[in-house]
């Protein structure tokens, strides 16, 4: 099944840009899945299984790195690259 998830990052600390563009440069660096951004998000489109791996592992480690943030996702299953 293939899914898109929009995903917005909220770091609650004076310097948020370096941990957003930390977290998106990550997402970046996995091939099988597409990846657009804007200033307010960004979106990811891939099949379900492999995105849901790769937001587990990479929400954790961004969760681990910041001492609070929020993170928003919005998800719809289909394929809207």
């Given at each position: 099944m293939k899914l898109s998830i929009d995903i917005s990052l909220y770091p609650l600390q004076k310097e948020y840009?370096?941990?957003i563009l930390d977290f998106i440069a990550r997402l970046e660096s996995y091939v099988s899945i597409s990846i657009k951004k804007n200033t307010m998000s960004t979106q990811v489109f891939g099949d379900y299984d492999e995105l849901m791996d790769i937001l587990k592992e990479e929400i954790k480690t961004t969760f681990m790195?910041?001492?609070?943030?929020?993170?928003?996702?919005?998800?719809?299953?289909?394929?809207?690259a």
């Amino acid at each position: 099944m293939k899914l898109s998830i929009d995903i917005s990052l909220y770091p609650l600390q004076k310097e948020y840009g370096p941990a957003i563009l930390d977290f998106i440069a990550r997402l970046e660096s996995y091939v099988s899945i597409s990846i657009k951004k804007n200033t307010m998000s960004t979106q990811v489109f891939g099949d379900y299984d492999e995105l849901m791996d790769i937001l587990k592992e990479e929400i954790k480690t961004t969760f681990m790195e910041l001492d609070t943030s929020v993170m928003v996702l919005k998800m719809v299953n289909e394929d809207l690259a």
